[in-house]
Nanobody, 126 residues
Framework: QVQLVESGGGLVQSGGSLRLSCAAS????????IGWFRQAPGKEREGVSC????????YYADSVKGRFTISRDNAKKTVYLQMNSLKPEDTAVYYC???????????????????WGQGTQVTVSS
């Protein structure tokens, strides 16, 4: 099972930026899909973005479209989530997830991903 380690979370003011990193134990090109999810206190985990290894296609939740960008660096075995124009409602624990057999889309759910990182806290102050 792949090991995923997130980093880059922190406290930022509204309108600021953060870049999350998800370091994988193996080549990111080996994974069908790698995605980012988030969970705020008292809320369900929701999909934020994902990227497919086969063709590099990406998906974004409507709430982050135009503000967040997912990318990957195969040489560094890392997937990034660049988050710009952050809002207080973006505050959550952000998780990286991967699955070798998945082609992610807007219909992909957390249960479709087999491997998860430990999460990194993102707090956006108003």
């Amino acid at each position: 099972q792949v090991q995923l380690v997130e980093s880059g979370g922190g406290l930022v003011q509204s309108g600021g930026s953060l870049r999350l990193s998800c370091a994988a134990s193996g080549p990111t090109s080996d994974y069908g899909a790698i995605g980012w999810f988030r969970q705020a206190p008292g809320k369900e985990r929701e999909g934020v973005s994902c990227i497919n290894s086969s063709d590099g296609s990406t998906y974004y939740a409507d709430s982050v479209k135009g503000r967040f960008t997912i990318s990957r660096d195969n040489a560094k075995k890392t997937v990034y989530l660049q988050m710009n124009s952050l809002k207080p409602e973006d505050t959550a624990v952000y998780y990286c997830a991967a699955d070798p057999d998945l082609y992610c889309s807007g219909q992909s759910a957390s249960g479709d991903f087999g491997s998860w990182g430990q999460g990194t806290q993102v707090t956006v102050s108003s």
